[in-house]
């Protein structure tokens, strides 16, 4: 009798070794996937847009000109956008890189989005779109009727 409790001791502690090795991983990686999503930052105060890299642990600061108006502002993964009245800027947390990119007031935004690794709007006449990876904006002309 004292051979079978031993057995199974044994074959209960086997069942909890076995489902610690399949869950533990699970759950590092998720809290890892949540790390990785906690990279930017960005806050508004007057005259003045506050980019953080949670990487690079620094602080980048772009001035807003007199009268510009914040019309979107994201932040997700990676990435801090935001689209002014008189233009856009892109915030890569993973090269410490905020780039600006003059938008033309009669581009009306249509979209904004920030998600992980990028940052993209629209207007009536382009799309445009951030990459934290080359800490740049890339910008494609729409197609319109009658040109």
Do not use: H
């Not at 800027?89 to 007031?105: D, K, M, P, T, W």
């Not at 935004?109 to 940052?119: P, T, Y």
């Amino acid at each position: 009798m004292r051979r079978m409790e031993w057995w199974d001791r044994r074959r209960v502690g086997l069942v909890v070794l076995s489902l610690l090795i399949l869950v533990v991983p699970l759950v590092s990686s998720a809290a890892s996937d949540e790390e990785t999503l906690r990279n930017a930052a960005l806050v508004l105060i007057p005259r003045e847009i506050l980019f953080f890299s949670a990487q690079a642990g620094q602080w980048t600061a772009v001035r807003l000109e007199a009268g510009e108006r914040i019309l979107q502002r994201g932040v997700d993964g990676n990435v801090a956008a935001a689209v002014t009245s008189q233009r856009a800027v892109g915030f890569s947390a993973a090269l410490n890189v905020a780039q600006e990119l003059r938008v033309s007031q009669e581009e009306t935004l249509e979209s904004f989005k920030v998600e992980g690794n990028i940052a993209t709007f629209v207007t009536r006449r382009r799309a445009y779109g951030f990459s934290a990876f080359t800490g740049t904006w890339a910008v494609i002309d729409r197609f319109q009727l009658g040109k």
